[in-house]
């Protein structure tokens, strides 16, 4: 039987998830009002993986009898600047993300509980690439600086995205 405090740190991990996924979505809603389709697609397909995550958190804790609580998701915010602030607010998001995720790490750890530990480390290798591919992306956008068709250019490689990130 997987212990409360693993169990109460995962269904917050759900939340942490599904808000990623909504901050995202608000990211490509922002993207398609400037016409920027590339970025928009890439954010939409980062918002549905972040939704596959809170899945497989939800999955993980049904499979070990534990009780899913679904709390309310906090409203993200629907314009940035630039394209730069967008994706420094993403790359942020993910070491954030990376922290949350270490601390549930920690307590399966206290709580011996090697199940959640293997489940775990799954996405301690997933947040790595999340966050280089934040990171990229930012360090791209710094290079363009103001050029319009550096962003356009850009733009059309961010349509490219299939389902991964690590593909970019
Ligand atoms: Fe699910 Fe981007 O971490």
Redesign the pocket.
């Known amino acids: 039987m997987i212990k409360d405090s693993v169990a109460e740190a995962i269904n917050e991990q759900i939340n ?2 599904m808000y ?2 909504y901050l ?1 979505l608000s990211m490509s809603v922002d993207f398609s009002n400037k016409n920027l389709d590339g970025f928009e697609h890439w954010m939409r397909l ?1 918002a549905q ?2 939704m ?3 899945i497989q958190f939800l999955d993980y804790l049904q499979e070990r009898g534990a009780r899913v609580k679904l709390e309310s998701i906090e409203k993200p915010k629907s314009e940035w600047s630039s394209v730069l602030e967008a994706f420094e607010e ?1 790359y942020q ?2 070491c954030k ?2 922290g949350m ?1 270490n601390d549930i790490m920690n307590i399966a750890e206290k709580e011996n509980d090697r199940a959640t530990m293997n489940m775990l480390q799954w ?1 301690i290798d ?2 790595v690439e ?1 966050e280089s591919s ?1 990171d990229d992306i930012v360090q791209k956008l710094k290079m363009i600086g103001d050029s319009p068709s550096g962003l356009l250019m850009m733009n059309d490689r961010m349509a490219q995205r299939t389902v991964s990130a690590e593909q970019e």
């Open positions: 942490a998830e990623s996924a995202y980062q993986e972040e596959d995550h809170a993403a998001h993910e993300v990376t995720i996405f997933e947040q999340e934040a």
